[in-house]
Nanobody, 121 residues
Framework: QVQLVESGGGSVQAGGSLRLSCGVS?????MGWYRQAPGKEREGVAA???????AYADSVQGRFTISQDKPSNTVYLQMDGLKPEDTAVYYC??????????????????WGQGTQVTVSS
């Protein structure tokens, strides 16, 4: 069993930045971030695998950066240029094996509890 614990959510004005962290109890090949806004389906935001490969949703490409720290096995999501439409609950996710990506149809084995991000205009 892999445990995921998110932190770093909060409220920020449009154009601001936040960094989300996901503490991972055990190394897992695919790591990612998903989000769900009120009244909308959950969507993949960013993914990282094999320590170096990454993928992003078109809506966040160029604004968000996913990274992974080896010693602490922590996954980060740096969010810059935030927009009101980025408001959502953000979830850390893990998958044991490839393929990896931002499409939830690829499968997710473990979920974090979620952290709220609110962007005001």
């Amino acid at each position: 069993q892999v445990q995921l614990v998110e932190s770093g959510g909060g409220s920020v004005q449009a154009g601001g930045s936040l960094r989300l962290s996901c503490g991972v109890s055990k190394y897992t090949y695919c790591m990612g971030w998903y989000r769900q806004a009120p009244g909308k389906e959950r969507e993949g935001v960013a993914a990282i695998w094999a320590w170096e490969y990454s993928a992003y949703a078109d809506s966040v490409q160029g604004r968000f950066t996913i990274s992974q720290d080896k010693p602490s096995n922590t996954v980060y999501l740096q969010m810059d240029g935030l927009k009101p439409e980025d408001t959502a609950v953000y979830y850390c996710a893990a998958k044991r094996n490839s393929p990896c990506g931002v499409n939830e149809a690829l499968g997710v084995d473990y979920w974090g509890q979620g952290t709220q991000v609110t962007v005001s205009s």
